[in-house]
């Protein structure tokens, strides 16, 4: 059957009248035919996006919010370098284990932080005292014992306004 396009030279126009349900199939659509135009509101579905089509310069500024991001999408992987800050870090999110050895050192650790109960026993040693800063109300009752005392150090100078001082005294004082 010869294929009738024209008559007296004039193209032939049909009305979707004409047109079987189903009679217009993809294979008798001209490339470019289907234009944006000519596309419903809402017709083009998930299940009709080809798997890698959605490309990052298709995707709109601020189209992706928090809600459209899967549990466990985000990984160390895709975050840029420098992009987690102190101000996105929650309260309690860096712990112990999280912090590298050497990381905290004198000038990160605030004044009046270190307590007594974070001193381990022993940690305060001879080595760490400054000069001068075990002071007599330091020094708790009877901590100064007759073996602590250098020879000579307790003169009769250091011994005025005592009347009488006896060597028993001297001893119970120091014993």
Known sequence: MPNINSINGNPIVLGTSG?????VTTSKLANGSVTEEKIA?????TSKIANGSVTSDKV???AITTEKIA??????SVIADGSVTTPKLADGSVVSGKIA?????????AGGAVTTAALD???VTTAKMSDGSITTEKLGSGSVTGDKLADGAVTLDKLSGFNEVTGAQIQAMFS
Do not use: M, R
């Open 71 to 76: 549990s466990g999408a985000v990984t160390t």
């Open 101 to 109: 050895n050497g990381s905290v050192t004198t000038e990160k650790i």
């Open 41 to 45: 509101t809402s017709s083009v579905t």
């Open 19 to 23: 047109i079987d349900d189903s009679g």
């Open 60 to 62: 709109s500024t601020g």
């Open 121 to 123: 026993t022993g940690a």
